[in-house]
Structures are given as C-alpha cells and as structure tokens.
C-alpha cells in the first residue's frame, strides 16, 4: 500500500494544521488507520486512531479535544485536524494503516510548533 502523507510545516502555539494521507487502496480495505507521532529523544506514540467501517475513534490523552481524526472514503484519504496546537505536539507524524495481519506506515510528516 502507498501512504503519501502532506500537510506538516512551522506554525506558532495556538494555530491549526491538518495533515493528509492519501492512500493507494479504498480506505474500506482496512481494518485499522491511525496517525502517530515520534518526537526526537521519544519513542513513537499513538496520536489518534480510527476504524474505516465503524468510524470508531480513540485518541491519546494529550490530544483528546484538540486533534479530530477523520476519513474521506471517496477520495481514500485519512486527516489528522490539529488544533490549538502546543510546542510539545512537535514531533514527525506517520500514517499507519493495517489490513488483517499487514501494515503499512507512511513516510512521515514534521509538525514544528513555536512558542
């Protein structure tokens, strides 16, 4: 599967971003997507994730009421909306998606936060 994700860049404390993964394949292929986050020093962490079928979301703590994960099923495509952005949402984000025992990451996106 082809991930090609968009939508990172510089933006100060308290603006917005949406992030884009663009996907090869019907997103009702998979089971699982989400997006995920490594900040330099940290491991990678779940930021938010979604079933395609259900729409069932989860998202981690620190995002919960900022960050809106959704799905495009026409256009195959997973967004990450990003609120009220903080310098510690700075990290590279990666799209992951699973179908049955497979997964796919995507290339990678760096959000910079400024304060």
């Known amino acids: 599967v082809r991930l090609v994700e968009s939508g990172g860049g510089l933006v100060q404390a308290g603006g917005s971003l949406r992030l884009s993964c663009a996907t090869s394949r019907s997103t009702f292929s998979f089971n699982f997507m989400a997006w995920y986050r490594q900040a330099p020093g940290r491991q990678r962490e779940l930021v938010a994730a979604?079933?395609?079928?259900?729409?069932?979301?989860n998202y981690a703590d620190s995002v919960k009421d900022r960050f809106t994960i959704s799905i495009d099923n026409a256009k195959n495509t997973m967004y990450l909306q990003m609120n009220s952005l903080k310098p510690e949402d700075t990290a590279v984000y990666y799209c992951?998606?699973?179908?049955?025992?497979?997964?796919?990451w995507g290339q990678g996106t760096q959000v910079t936060v400024s304060s």
């Open positions: 992951y998606v699973r179908s049955g025992l497979h997964d796919d």
């Open positions: 979604i079933t395609p079928g259900g729409g069932i979301t």
